[in-house]
Every structure is written in C-alpha cells, then in structure tokens.
C-alpha cells in the first residue's frame, strides 16, 4: 500500500464521519454548524480523490516500469486503465498535462490544420475556402 493510498482511505473515513456529523446536527437543528461541517466533508472527499488519483498514478507508473524491465512491449490499453491526467479527465482527451503517461497525438498538427494546404506548406499557403487564410511569418 502507496502512502498515497493509505492517506486516500483516512481522507475518505473522515469525510465520511464528517457527513454523519452534519446529519446529525441537521436533525438537531444545529444549520449553522451543519453548513460548515458539509463543507469539510466536501473539501475532505476531494483531498481523497486527488490522493487516489497520485496513487493510481504511481500504480501505473510502476507498472510501465516492470513491462519496460521485462521487455514486455507497452500497448496502448495500457493507459486505458485510468485517466492519465486531470487535464485529459476534463478535456474530453483532447490536451494533457506536462506529467501525462500518455504519448502525444503524432497527428495533433495535422487536426489543427485549418486545411490541407496549410498543414502542406506549414501555414504559407491556404486553399481558396480556407476560413483563416493567414500566413505564418515563422513557416520554413
């Protein structure tokens, strides 16, 4: 067990709690104290998803690690397993972070392409129905 794991399960034990505390003053009629303890318990929850997320990290980490000493080679369904970052989590897929597992899309140029003689030229020249039409001052 990942010390990241270990503090994932007490953060989520005491969230836990804390939810049964603010029930517990809700039906006292203790509001006030009840809204302050729903949102330590809100905030707790969060801190135990980010620490399962570090430990997951490390998991697959280690994992790629031991594929890569055995010589195993390392397929793409690998990083399915989880999300491999928080940016790619929100994005849809679309970016990732600076410490993302994943490898870059080779073809993400060409997707950001406005047309095919853009992508050709690396932004000198565009077709005739290009929306952008602008050319690069920095295109070799």
């Known amino acids: 067990m990942t010390p990241a794991l270990r503090t994932a399960r007490w953060l989520t034990a005491a969230a836990a709690l804390?939810?049964?505390?603010?029930?517990?003053?809700?039906?006292?009629?203790?509001?006030?104290?009840?809204?302050?303890?729903?949102?330590?318990?809100?905030?707790?929850a969060w801190c135990a998803s980010r620490e399962y997320a570090i430990a997951r990290r490390a998991r697959l980490r280690a994992q790629l690690a031991e594929r890569k000493a055995r010589g195993i080679p390392i397929f793409e369904a690998v990083f399915e397993v989880v999300p491999c970052c928080d940016l790619s989590t929100h994005a849809d897929g679309s970016a990732h972070g600076?410490?993302?597992l994943r490898p870059?899309?080779?073809?993400?140029?060409?997707?950001?392409?406005?047309?095919?003689?853009?992508?050709?030229s690396r932004g000198t020249t565009h077709d005739s129905a290009c929306p952008t039409r602008m050319t690069r001052s920095n295109a070799a």
Do not use: I, M, Q
């Not at 804390?18 to 707790?44: D, E, I, M, N, P």
């Open 18 to 44: 804390s939810s049964a505390t603010a029930a517990y003053l809700t039906a006292t009629g203790w509001y006030r104290s009840a809204a302050g303890v729903v949102y330590a318990a809100g905030l707790l």
């Open 98 to 100: 600076s410490d993302c």
């Open 104 to 120: 870059r899309d080779p073809d993400e140029e060409l997707h950001a392409a406005c047309c095919a003689d853009g992508f050709v």
